[in-house]
């Protein structure tokens, strides 16, 4: 398979360096630069740039949509901030190559694990499973790989924060034709006060409301 790394990347030029360095041969790599205040500038990666600050979710969809164009057969994403191990990408590969549709590196339990963050994502898979019939360990994650056939299925809306949680609830949606697989990688926090807030959680607690809804609606109009 022909399998691309994409990420979306916003002022981490220092931590995004060494993530690139430590990454594996043989995968194409695309960073998408999200509107950083200094531009990344790299050989090690194809760099696309949004000339200001979309979110997270549109440069996951910026960078597997080019990574797609180009003739990719999956792609990983992984965040730019140095907390995913890049000796997992070897994990992602193996399961895309037994025929798995979407793969999730779910985060185990540590003493590093903020208390608060621990609760919440458990409250927010069993949530989930209640309103999607989907059960995944760690909802937020945001070390995942797609098919292209995934990708078109669960191409998401959200701009930011959400867009895990949304891809999750949409692949619920399409469980029978997808096939799916979560396998534990180690947690690395290198910023507890960084990423998704209470603010956020709310945001995204609305939103998988309205998907519901809307989805329903759509299946019985």
């Known amino acids: 398979m022909k399998v691309w790394i994409v990420i979306p990347a916003y002022n981490e030029n220092g931590r995004l360096a060494k993530v690139l360095i430590s990454l594996p041969a043989g995968y194409p790599v695309v960073v998408v630069d999200d509107g950083s205040a200094a ?4 050989k090690k990666a194809i760099v696309l740039r949004h000339e200001i600050n979309l979110g ?14 180009q003739g990719a057969d999956a792609v990983i994403f992984m965040d730019a901030d140095g907390q995913h191990q890049a000796r997992d990408i070897s994990s992602f590969s193996s399961f895309l190559s037994l025929g798995y549709d979407v793969v999730i590196g779910s985060r185990l339990p540590s003493l590093q694990t903020p208390l608060v963050r621990l609760l919440g994502n458990k409250f927010a898979s069993i949530y989930m499973n209640i309103l ?10 945001g070390f995942r790989a797609l098919t292209k056939k ?7 809306d959200a701009r930011r924060y959400g867009v895990e949680t949304e891809m999750v609830a949409r692949l619920g949606l399409h469980k029978a034709r997808l096939r799916y697989i979560e ?3 180690e947690s690395v926090y290198i910023d507890k006060y960084k990423g998704v807030t209470l603010v956020h959680a709310l945001e995204i607690f609305g939103h998988t409301l309205w998907w519901k809804l809307y989805w329903v609606f759509k299946f019985w109009r």
């Open 39 to 42: 531009r990344v500038n790299t």
């Open 150 to 156: 995934a990708y078109q299925l669960l191409r998401w």
């Open 56 to 69: 997270k979710g549109a440069a996951m969809k910026t960078g597997a949509d080019y990574a797609f164009s």
């Open 132 to 141: 999607f019939g989907i059960y995944i360990s760690d909802i937020i994650s």
């Open 183 to 185: 396998f534990p990688i």
